[in-house]
């Protein structure tokens, strides 16, 4: 009897510990999105030029916590010195942030439109976009791995450019 006790115990232990440790990849969300997005905004850097804002379209998304997605927005408003929405398309152009033609963006819209979570792996793949006009925009696909307590990106495929 006692050595079923301490088996069990042992495996409980087991389980638990490898759970943590895909716990904490899986809730550094903002992190994950953070190393990203700033993938996908070094991506074609001429779509960056002039940029009076960043917008993050992530209702397709896992949401952050509001703590976590000003994280995000603050990280992102400190580097690049501009502002930060969290806007769609469609409600930027209702705020008039466009230039002379609405499909001409005065800030870069990026949008996570796919995210899947390998918890087992600590690995997830993300489908980020990247646009600034109909003649400017970028899509890719990353692949991002969860390694001494940071989203790094090992895979990168370009998906459309334009």
């Not at 580097?79 to 033609?101: F, G, H, I």
């Amino acid at each position: 009897m006692y050595f079923i006790y301490v088996l069990s115990l042992v495996s409980l232990t087991t389980s638990c510990a490898s759970k943590f440790t895909n716990t904490e990849a899986v809730t550094s969300l903002s992190e994950l999105y953070l190393a990203a997005l700033e993938e996908v905004i070094l991506t074609d850097s001429a779509l960056n030029r002039s940029m009076e804002y960043i917008s993050i379209d992530d209702v397709q998304t896992p949401a952050l916590s509001d703590s976590d997605g000003q994280h995000v927005m603050e990280f992102l408003r400190t580097k690049y010195k501009v502002d930060v929405y969290n806007l769609t398309y469609e409600q930027l152009l209702k705020e008039s942030l466009y230039e002379d033609n609405p499909s001409n963006l005065r800030g870069i819209l990026l949008r996570i439109e796919k995210v899947e979570l390998a918890n087992e792996k600590n690995e997830a793949t993300l489908v980020v976009s990247k646009y600034r006009s109909n003649e400017g925009s970028t899509s890719v696909k990353l692949t991002l791995q969860y390694r001494d307590n940071n989203w790094m990106v090992v895979d990168h495929i370009s998906l459309k450019e334009s």
